[in-house]
């Protein structure tokens, strides 16, 4: 069974600080990662999604990193505003059918 | 597009009722998902449609809870009779997938239920 860990579990940064988000996965039987932004009382939108076959996506000032065979994925943010409060969800999809599995997320707080 | 339509977004309900979520996929997209949200569980996929047939209901937690997808413009989770325990924010989300495409999944605001 797949298990995600995402580290650290909070973060509070003063703005225009460079963050990075951790996440661990235990199956490297994936197809894709997708990181995904909650607002409070929101549904999630997806802000990058990695193949399995690729190393890293950008969008941004958002790069995201996968290291597939080590089970894990990086989210760095560049120049963080208050706008990029929030929480952040890594899931990998797996294999064997359309399936995410979500990590319990980072919750941001960038202060001005 | 409108983006994925979830109904009602709030509901309110006392233990023993019946609860029937409503979802309104994006056009064109053939997968179909539910969610539910809690603080002790995070986010947990609950079933899944791929062309309005049930792929795979492991999440589903127990019998009390079901969901169909008559056609492809619309699905329902139904919870038969509710208890407390099943308060949490339920969320739809849609696809479009196959082996060659970078589509993600598009989630609804979602539903936040109350089970008194």
């Known amino acids: 069974k797949q298990e995600v860990t995402q580290i650290p579990a909070a973060l509070s940064v003063p703005e225009g600080e460079n963050l990075v988000l951790n996440c661990s996965f235990t199956?490297?039987?994936?197809?894709?990662l997708q990181w995904f932004r909650q607002d409070p009382g929101k549904g999630l939108t997806s802000l990058l999604l990695?193949?399995?076959?690729?190393r890293e996506q950008t969008s941004g000032r958002l790069n995201a990193s996968l290291d597939k065979s080590s089970g894990r994925s990086t989210l760095y943010i560049a120049a963080s505003q208050p706008g990029d409060s929030a929480t952040y969800l890594c899931?990998?999809?797996?294999?064997?059918?359309?399936?995410?599995?979500f990590g319990a997320g980072t919750i941001l707080r960038v202060k001005s | 597009d409108a983006g994925v339509i979830q109904s009602p977004r709030h509901e309110v309900t006392e233990m023993g009722q019946e609860v029937t979520l409503r979802c309104k996929p994006i056009?064109?997209?053939?997968?179909l998902f539910w969610y539910r949200q809690t603080m002790m569980r995070g986010l947990e996929l609950l079933i899944y449609?791929?062309?309005?047939?049930?792929?795979?209901d492991s999440g589903m937690p127990e019998d009390r809870f079901s969901a169909k997808m008559p056609n492809a413009s619309f699905s329902t989770l139904k919870i038969q009779p509710s208890e407390p325990r099943d308060s949490a924010v339920y969320f739809c989300?849609?696809?479009?997938?196959?082996?060659?495409?970078?589509?993600?999944?598009?989630f609804g605001p979602g539903t936040r239920l109350t089970v008194l």
């Open positions: 989300a849609s696809s479009a997938w196959d082996r060659t495409s970078t589509d993600t999944q598009y």
């Open positions: 199956d490297s039987a994936i197809y894709n």
């Open positions: 990695i193949q399995s076959s690729q």
């Open positions: 899931a990998p999809c797996m294999e064997y059918g359309n399936k995410l599995v």
């Open positions: 056009s064109g997209h053939d997968y």
């Open positions: 449609f791929n062309n309005n047939v049930p792929i795979d």
